[in-house]
């Protein structure tokens, strides 16, 4: 019992640092990827419902596109794929040298490539949700086409949008397991080189077992308070 | 009618539409794709140029392999996923809170963490037992990677859907098993004739979004030494350096997760044709 309080002390003996280390990864993972993904989720989603054709099927062509294909794959895509790419344009520039992408960043973008192609799809049903009226009220009174998307539809969607884009979240910090594949630091990743070293498996992979689980359990407290908090202005029964 | 529009001016046709503005709107859309049109066209220009027979006909039937064994670990187990989801489902609909309770639980564990940490602590965690694993005679059955990728993505499969029949049968009115019931059916001809035939058909698409998640998600046992279609992909990267193995394990992933979207479409609207008018 003694030596694993002392595998999960903090210091030299411990892995609790190194493990917290990679909650901190993980989350800031997460939180990094959500504006990002969210941005163009939503920008997919205006395209998508768009009078013009072409933009409408660009549009679609993304999200099937990036649904279709394993996160894991996505990820091994952009990683590689960018050093082989930026590699590429460096020797026709001139220059040589290997260059090696930051696994955050390529972590971000396949995360942010994922998210935003489900959110898009959030975000339609959610613009579908709104009636026209809201829009022709907007423009009845002499208001213009950002102003009316600004005050009138944004403040509608987002509550609409909240319980799917909570979902999304949620898959998000899953996902962000697949980023120790490409050896950055997150739960998983510092779980199990803490579980190569001591040999205590079981022990480590079931404390980021936990680990995620305890995410999870925050998240959807935090999102429920925001779904309470959206719906604050809805006559209560 | 006045004087003016009856005698001055002829009913004149509407003015023809004002010819349609390059707005920012088209310009973006045609950008867009353009775009796609080209990457499209660079992909292929990509795997003609690459193109190495000798790697094609080494790799080539691995990657062959490597779909069957994806397909093999998914098809079976989604199939024993939906059979562990029958008594999780009924023990989420129980009235008695201790049953209720563990199932929420296993529900909610196996939908609250990643897939890939629940195969991580299947395959090396349970490694810590092994002792006890082989008094009991199960250390067979959980040395091989392929099995514990089986049993993971069974457990996984079995909470959602779980989730998925539950919300199912929720959403069957309240009045067909009275309705049932006045025609004195049993609780359970109710079920079986009645309740779960209209809940099939609402969880018949979040059960092809489920196999299409479990295809992709299934890559990851490529991290377990399980060579599936990931698998042989990263065993041919490694060997050969040359990216055109990724693109190629797109191209089948792709083509795998939307020849069975679009069939599951054909099927759903086949099943509902009678609610369509």
């Known amino acids: 019992m003694d030596s694993y309080l002392t595998l999960l002390s903090f210091g030299d003996q411990g892995w609790s640092d190194e493990i917290a280390w990679g909650v901190l990864v993980t989350v800031t993972l997460?939180?990094?990827?959500?504006?990002?993904?969210?941005?163009?989720?939503?920008?997919?989603?205006?395209?998508?419902?768009?009078?013009?054709?072409?933009?409408r099927t660009a549009a679609d062509i993304y999200t099937t596109i990036f649904r279709g294909l394993p996160e894991l794959?996505?990820?091994?895509?952009?990683?590689?794929?960018?050093?082989?790419?930026?590699?590429?344009?460096?020797k026709l520039v001139g220059l040589q040298g290997a260059i090696e992408i930051n696994s955050f960043v390529a972590g971000v973008i396949s995360l942010a490539l994922v998210f935003s192609s489900y959110a898009s799809e959030v975000f339609l049903s959610a613009f579908r949700a709104i009636p026209k009226g809201q829009y022709e009220g907007g423009y009845a009174l002499g208001l213009r086409h950002g102003t009316v998307m600004k005050k009138i539809v944004l403040p509608q969607l987002i509550r609409i949008a909240l319980p799917g884009l909570g979902n999304l979240w949620m898959i998000l910090l899953k996902d962000t397991a697949l980023v120790s594949a490409i050896g950055l630091t997150d739960i998983l990743r510092q779980t199990g080189i803490a579980a190569r070293v001591t040999k205590e498996a079981f022990l480590f992979f079931g404390i980021a077992f936990i680990l995620y689980l305890v995410l999870a359990l925050i998240s959807s407290i935090a999102l429920n308070r925001l779904e309470a908090?959206?719906?604050?202005?809805?006559?209560?029964q | 009618m006045s004087y003016v529009t009856e005698t001055l001016v002829a009913a004149q046709p509407a003015p023809p539409p004002p010819p349609k503005a390059w707005a920012a709107a088209r310009i973006s859309g045609t950008l867009l794709m353009l775009f796609w049109i080209a990457a499209l066209a660079g992909l292929v220009f990509y795997l003609y140029t690459a193109w190495?027979?000798?790697?094609?006909?080494?790799?080539?039937?691995?990657?062959?392999?490597?779909?069957?064994?994806t397909l093999t670990l998914v098809g079976i187990s989604i199939a024993l996923g939906a059979v562990l989801s029958l008594p999780v489902t009924l023990g989420r609909m129980s009235k008695n809170p201790v049953i209720g309770g563990l199932a929420f639980a296993y529900v909610y564990i196996f939908r609250g963490t990643p897939l890939i940490a629940q195969l991580f602590l299947i395959y090396y965690g349970l490694g810590s037992f092994r002792e006890q694993l082989q008094a009991v005679g199960l250390w067979v059955f959980f040395r091989d990677a392929w099995n514990c990728a089986l049993f993971a993505f069974t457990l996984n499969t079995a909470a959602y859907q779980a989730e998925i029949l539950r919300g199912a049968i929720d959403s069957v009115p309240r009045g067909q098993w009275e309705g049932a019931e006045a025609l004195g059916l049993n609780r359970i001809q109710t079920f079986?004739?009645?309740?779960?035939?209209?809940?099939?058909?609402?969880?018949l698409r979040p059960y092809g979004n489920e196999i299409i998640l479990m295809i992709k998600g299934s890559a990851i046992v490529a991290l377990v030494t399980v060579f599936d279609l990931m698998g042989e992909t990263r065993r041919a990267?490694?060997?050969?350096?040359?990216?055109?193995a990724y693109i190629w394990a797109a191209v089948f992933y792709f083509v795998m997760v939307e020849a069975l979207r679009i069939v599951w479409e054909r099927l759903e609207a086949r099943l509902t044709r009678h609610l369509k008018r």
């Open chain 1, 30 to 55: 997460a939180l990094a990827t959500l504006p990002v993904g969210l941005f163009i989720g939503f920008m997919i989603a205006l395209g998508k419902q768009s009078e013009e054709r072409s933009l």
């Open chain 1, 73 to 90: 794959l996505t990820l091994f895509i952009v990683y590689y794929g960018l050093q082989i790419g930026i590699q590429l344009i460096l």
């Open chain 1, 229 to 236: 908090q959206g719906k604050r202005g809805e006559q209560r």
């Open chain 2, 52 to 69: 190495d027979i000798d790697k094609i006909e080494r790799y080539g039937p691995k990657f062959l392999s490597g779909l069957q064994t």
């Open chain 2, 192 to 203: 079986w004739k009645i309740i779960l035939p209209q809940a099939l058909i609402v969880a």
């Open chain 2, 237 to 244: 990267f490694s060997r050969t350096y040359d990216f055109q």
